[in-house]
């Protein structure tokens, strides 16, 4: 039977007939093109060449952080409906059906109603139009500007009289638990927002505002394909969400999916001090054994482009160079009182990016999916933007100062949908979320403060490190 070809993109359809069939492409082929001088993308099954728009992309390195890889959950909470219209042009095909394991690298799993779940579409039209009768870009508040000098400068001002600028050294114990605070401050309050793009609708100004990050040890690489790829598409899903899980075996148990270990019975007394360790153990070893293993538990980490691997490796060296040659150098005090100062600093940092983070997702009002096979794929039997929702818990939400001090934790529900969005916002349509969950039956949880919070986090490590039981998903 003769073929013709029709020209989709770069690529052509097949036409049997008369009857038009899209190319298809299979894993090893899409994976191939995964750099920013060739980047494919799967959306809904179907597949894009967007190399054309790289140079053009708003967001950045955004468009080519999963490049050869499913992007659907990431493209669709990260841009607005209207930007659905554009994909046809970089159409090339679609996804050749393939056994679950031989798709799961490339897809990692389905959720149903991928991109026609009508809560979100029917919650994303709400949140666009209350932007657009506002006449505000979201992604962008005056404030974070304001905030973003007061933090960066408190955090110098506090590093300097930690080290250098105060005779006494109980003195300077104080300002290292401040310089602790103020590390935090920059992780939630600024490089959260930056890295999630949500903080300036100038480029530049974004991605230098997102290493921020690595200014105070961190990698903004890294903490991108962590929590932006994994965390936010893949939400306390056990083996795929790599801020609940990246091995075995693992110092907590957070769900039944989890191996248990007889340790886990006593979790509950032992990771409250242990999550002081959360930063010291970022700076000085994840990020390098993520860059020597390529990847973060499931997540696998694509090689670096030239300005990125500049960053990581800079940033290293600039932290180095400021945290302990500086201090061993100039600073009045001896090695022993330096090591204790950059370890309080460093605890207090931990703490309060691990109970801030935590509450959120690990506590008893939160759910944790099953993933099932269904006709050779991996599913979550609910909507992606559903599951935000059910595995979500806010806290706090009528607290202005807390809002400011969790960079906007405390509305992480509204985060989980609206990533893009600045954290400032999430006040002003707190509402629209809470009356759409409700509309659409979907328990929306929150807790009165962080207290309450606090306790349902360590209830829920005591449980299940205790027993073994089924979470259900609501919803």
Known sequence: MAMNKTQVGTYATSN???????????????????????????????????????????????????????????????????????????????????????L???????????GQEDFYLTLKQRVEAHFMRLKVNPRVHPHMFIKSIIVLAGYILCYYLTFFGLPSFWFSLLF?????????????????????????NIPKLGYLMSVS??????????????????????????????????????VRRVSPDQ?????????????????????????????????????????????????????FWGGKLLYALYMFVLPAVFSNYNTLAIVCLYIVMELVAGWVLAFLFQVA????????????????SLRVPNGWAALQVSTTVNFSTDSMLWTHLSGGLNFQIEHHLFPAVCHMHYPSIQHIVKATCSEFNLPYKCYPNLWHALRAHFAHLKKVGLYDFEFRLNG
Not at 213 to 239: C, E, K, P
Not at 275 to 299: E, N, P, Q, T
């Open 16 to 102: 049997f007939g008369g009857e038009e069939k899209p190319t298809r492409f299979g894993y090893e082929t899409i994976r191939r093109h995964c750099k920013p001088g060739d980047c494919w993308l799967i959306i809904w099954g179907k597949v894009y060449d967007v190399t054309s728009w790289v140079p053009h992309h708003p967001g950045g390195s955004f468009i080519y952080m999963r490049a050869g890889q499913d992007v659907t959950q990431l493209f669709d909470s990260y841009h607005p409906l209207w930007v659905r219209e554009k994909l046809p042009r970089y159409y090339i095909g679609e996804v050749e059906e393939s056994s679950g394991d031989q």
């Open 104 to 114: 799961k690298p490339c897809t990692g799993i389905e959720y149903d109603a991928a």
């Open 176 to 200: 290292a638990v401040a310089t602790g605070f103020m590390a935090a401050e920059v992780g939630l309050s600024i490089q959260h927002d930056a890295n999630h793009g949500a903080y300036s």
């Open 213 to 250: 990050l690595d200014f105070i040890g961190a990698s903004s690489f890294m903490w991108r394909h962590q929590h932006v790829v994994g965390h936010h598409s893949f939400t306390n899903v056990n083996n795929y969400d790599p801020d609940i899980r990246v091995k075995d075996p693992d």
């Open 259 to 311: 191996p248990k270990q007889a340790y886990h019975r006593y979790q509950h007394l032992y990771l409250g001090p242990l999550y002081g360790l959360l930063a010291l153990k970022g700076v000085l070893i994840d990020d390098f054994v993520a860059f020597i293993s390529g990847s973060i538990g499931s997540i696998e980490i694509p090689e670096m482009t030239s300005l990125e691997s500049y960053i």
């Open 361 to 376: 997702h690990v506590v008893e009002a939160a759910s944790f999916p099953t993933v099932v096979p269904v006709n050779g």
